[in-house]
């Protein structure tokens, strides 16, 4: 019997050894970690073309618009500058505002748009209880500066609330718009300290501090202020609201002694604060820029320029998109952040 070996009927590649699997290949999760990345940097894309493309508004310009943005690079037509002030106004980080940068980058938004040859004059778009005193006097300062070095008009728009250090800032503009509604005033200073001496107490913790002098450790959290410590501390916010009078008497045009009955710490609806002319007009943000426009000899309709930072604009999109549902939670958190962090002076309203 013939002991050949029969050709096996199986395809050449069938028989070929198997071939070890690759080391470097990707798997599968990393494949899909990779999409994921890759789309949500599409998404942050598209949402900064939304940002750009969507169309200006009416209302005072709060929109940007490509055609209109092409049309004032390619002409530098004549604009006005438009600065949104939101929330509380502090140092740095502290603002208030969920994508809030505090007065450093109001100053510089205002400083840039001031420096720009086309912008005729700036729209400050107020919607703010006001903050710590250093903060709002650097804004302050820096319209008053604008007015006088850079010759260029600044009308204050007020929003919701424009009380305490939203009104410090509005002083020295030009003009003043308020709703009918708009929260004005709150003239006045405020410090606020805590004391947990008797929380402490309760559960067996003793503080203990040493200084190089009595007053050192004034306002300590963990034991009760002084007589001396408290008149000292009264002459602190005395003397800053006699700078937030000064502020007021001179950007409006009233004595103090006419600013002093109104500057308790009350405040007053957009149409009651016309009537004591801490205001020049009831509107919108339609006739502030008129105004604007008005003053700074701009002819026909203008157009609105507002100078943001690229990422700022891309969290005020996703602000004004979904930060409905959390701003509330946010301003909480910031709130009693702010309350047991800050111990400063304050040109605030509530806290």
């Known amino acids: 019997m013939s002991t050949e070996e029969q050709p096996d009927p199986r395809p050449v590649e069938d028989l070929a050894p198997a071939a070890e699997p690759s080391a470097a290949a990707p798997r599968p999760r990393k494949r899909v970690l990779l999409w994921a990345l890759v789309g949500l940097y599409a998404a942050a894309l598209a ?105 260029k008009p600044i009308v204050a728009l007020m929003g919701d609330v424009a009380a305490s250090g939203g009104y410090y800032i509005a002083a020295p503009c030009n003009l003043i718009v308020a709703h009918p509604g708009t929260l004005i005033g709150s003239i006045g200073v405020a410090m606020h300290l805590s004391n947990i001496e008797g929380l402490f107490s309760k559960i067996g913790v003793k503080s203990e501090i040493l200084k190089s002098g009595k007053m050192k450790d004034i306002g300590s959290m963990t034991r009760p202020m002084t007589k001396e410590e408290r008149e000292l501390l009264q002459s602190l916010i005395d003397d800053s609201y006699g700078q937030f009078l000064a502020a007021v008497s001179e950007g409006r045009g009233i004595p103090v002694e ?79 952040k702010s309350q047991w962090s800050y111990s400063g002076l304050e040109y605030r309203w509530g806290r």
């Open 47 to 151: 949402a900064a073309l939304v940002i750009v493309l969507r169309p200006a508004k009416d209302n005072g310009g709060r929109g940007g618009g490509l055609d209109k943005a092409a049309s004032l690079l390619a002409s530098k037509k004549e604009a006005v500058g438009w600065v949104s002030v939101r929330g509380g106004i502090y140092q740095g980080e502290a603002s208030s505002h969920p994508w809030g940068k505090g007065s450093p980058s109001l100053v510089r938004r205002l400083r840039s748009l001031a420096d720009k040859k086309e912008v005729k004059a700036i729209v400050l778009d107020i919607n703010s209880p006001g903050g710590s005193v250093g903060a709002v006097q650097e804004i302050h300062s820096q319209i008053k500066r604008i007015r006088e070095e850079k010759k």
């Open 258 to 336: 006419q600013v002093k009955p109104l500057a308790d710490g009350r405040i007053f609806t957009g149409a009651q604060a016309l009537e004591k002319k801490l205001v020049d007009e009831l509107g919108d943000s339609t006739r502030a820029l008129e105004l604007a426009a008005k003053l700074g000899g701009i002819t026909g309709k203008p157009e609105i320029l507002r100078d943001a930072d690229s990422w700022a604009g891309f969290l005020e999109f996703l602000d004004s998109a979904y930060g409905g549902r959390l701003t509330g939670e946010l301003d909480l958190v910031r709130e009693l």
